[in-house]
């Protein structure tokens, strides 16, 4: 039945987010996110045992009610302090009577991987891993983003993204429930239009945007998402973080850029390099869709005229921009 529906809204969708057409009324856009995957974590250490794991301060989820929050943006890194996966956790139980219960999400091409990595560091804890092949992710994105949470009806989690503001809602459902019939007024998007919309934006998510055992969590604007703790304590790849936070300057960043002429991302290579006017290396191209893409970049080189290096020495031209997320004081 989900399959049909499907297929019956899309047929006269807008292919831009904000476009005009389809259903006048929609106040958000729900996009299925099968590029994602969920694993549940049930069990009376299941708090403790993220603590130690997770870039980010998982102690709130203690703290449930009504200010409690629903769902923290973390990084997982190895020993070195490389990003393994981007997780967004979600608390699931209600009550400290209830058993601790998390779901997180995470790159569904490393799912097997990080259920692997989890187990590594259970050994004696008590608590349960199994992926959660019943329930689908989405993203719900509205028109504009003060717009408030709707009621969360059949929905498994409906709360705000904890990254920014700007990428609307993160929706759990199971499968066989149509999420058009979760947030009254919403309409169906396609996949390529919420990739268009975060690498608008400058958000990474994935395996591609951040290579796995390479990307580095400052580097990937991990403070600026809301995504690390530097006073929770020690974690799995801790040291480097905290001494690059408090005694380093972060000098590249993930920034969005924009290609002209327009050109087919799955023609460049993972890696490609991205150079200054001059031939000096300003960063490199990590993915991107349509003409919206990610980058990283040199902050010192991102002012003046950057140029794509493709293999058939096509000029492509590259603009940088600093998202309007950003804090004021970050350093541009």
């Given at each position: 039945m989900l399959v049909r529906a499907i297929a019956a809204l899309r047929r006269g969708l807008p292919r831009n987010l904000h476009s005009g057409g389809g259903d006048v009324r929609a106040t958000a856009v729900c996009f299925p996110l099968s590029h994602r995957a969920l694993i549940r974590l049930q069990g009376p250490e299941t708090l403790s045992f993220l603590q130690g794991l997770l870039t980010n301060d998982v102690t709130p989820f203690e703290e449930v009610g009504g200010a409690?929050?629903?769902?923290?943006?973390?990084?997982?890194?190895?020993?070195?302090?490389?990003?393994?996966?981007?997780?967004?956790?979600?608390?699931?139980?209600?009550?400290?009577?209830?058993?601790?219960?998390?779901?997180?999400?995470?790159?569904?091409?490393?799912?097997?991987?990080?259920?692997?990595?989890?187990?590594?560091?259970?050994?004696?804890?008590?608590?349960?891993?199994?992926?959660?092949?019943?329930?689908?992710?989405?993203?719900?994105v509205p028109k504009e983003p003060s717009e408030g949470l709707p009621h969360a009806g059949q929905a498994v989690v409906l709360t705000t993204d904890p990254r920014v503001k700007i990428m609307g809602w993160r929706l759990i459902a199971r499968k066989d429930v149509n999420p058009l019939e979760i947030v009254p007024g919403c309409r169906l998007g396609e996949?390529?239009?919420?990739?268009?919309?975060?690498?608008?934006?400058?958000?990474?998510?994935?395996?591609?945007?951040?290579?796995?055992?390479?990307?580095?969590?400052?580097?990937?604007?991990?403070?600026?998402?809301?995504?690390?703790?530097?006073?929770?304590?020690?974690y799995i790849g801790q040291e480097l973080t905290a001494r690059t936070h408090h005694m380093g300057v972060i000098r590249k960043r993930l920034l969005p850029i924009q290609?002209?002429?327009?050109?087919?991302?799955?023609?460049?290579?993972?890696?490609s390099e991205i150079v200054t006017e001059s031939g000096k290396s300003a960063g490199k191209f990590r993915a991107g869709e349509n003409e919206f893409g990610i980058a990283l970049l040199r902050l010192a080189t991102t002012k003046g005229p950057l140029r794509l290096k493709v293999a058939n020495d096509s000029q492509v031209m590259v603009t940088a921009s600093i998202p309007t997320w950003w804090p004021h004081t970050a350093n541009k």
């Amino acid at each position: 039945m989900l399959v049909r529906a499907i297929a019956a809204l899309r047929r006269g969708l807008p292919r831009n987010l904000h476009s005009g057409g389809g259903d006048v009324r929609a106040t958000a856009v729900c996009f299925p996110l099968s590029h994602r995957a969920l694993i549940r974590l049930q069990g009376p250490e299941t708090l403790s045992f993220l603590q130690g794991l997770l870039t980010n301060d998982v102690t709130p989820f203690e703290e449930v009610g009504g200010a409690a929050p629903r769902a923290l943006y973390a990084h997982a890194l190895n020993v070195q302090g490389r990003c393994l996966y981007d997780v967004i956790a979600y608390r699931l139980h209600e009550n400290e009577q209830e058993e601790q219960q998390v779901l997180l999400e995470c790159d569904v091409g490393l799912l097997d991987s990080f259920r692997k990595h989890l187990k590594l560091y259970k050994i004696r804890r008590k608590l349960d891993i199994s992926p959660c092949l019943d329930l689908s992710v989405w993203a719900v994105v509205p028109k504009e983003p003060s717009e408030g949470l709707p009621h969360a009806g059949q929905a498994v989690v409906l709360t705000t993204d904890p990254r920014v503001k700007i990428m609307g809602w993160r929706l759990i459902a199971r499968k066989d429930v149509n999420p058009l019939e979760i947030v009254p007024g919403c309409r169906l998007g396609e996949p390529k239009d919420y990739h268009r919309h975060r690498y608008q934006q400058g958000i990474p998510e994935g395996v591609k945007d951040l290579p796995y055992g390479i990307a580095l969590p400052l580097e990937s604007n991990l403070v600026y998402l809301n995504g690390v703790s530097f006073t929770k304590g020690c974690y799995i790849g801790q040291e480097l973080t905290a001494r690059t936070h408090h005694m380093g300057v972060i000098r590249k960043r993930l920034l969005p850029i924009q290609l002209s002429p327009l050109m087919p991302f799955e023609s460049i290579g993972e890696g490609s390099e991205i150079v200054t006017e001059s031939g000096k290396s300003a960063g490199k191209f990590r993915a991107g869709e349509n003409e919206f893409g990610i980058a990283l970049l040199r902050l010192a080189t991102t002012k003046g005229p950057l140029r794509l290096k493709v293999a058939n020495d096509s000029q492509v031209m590259v603009t940088a921009s600093i998202p309007t997320w950003w804090p004021h004081t970050a350093n541009k």
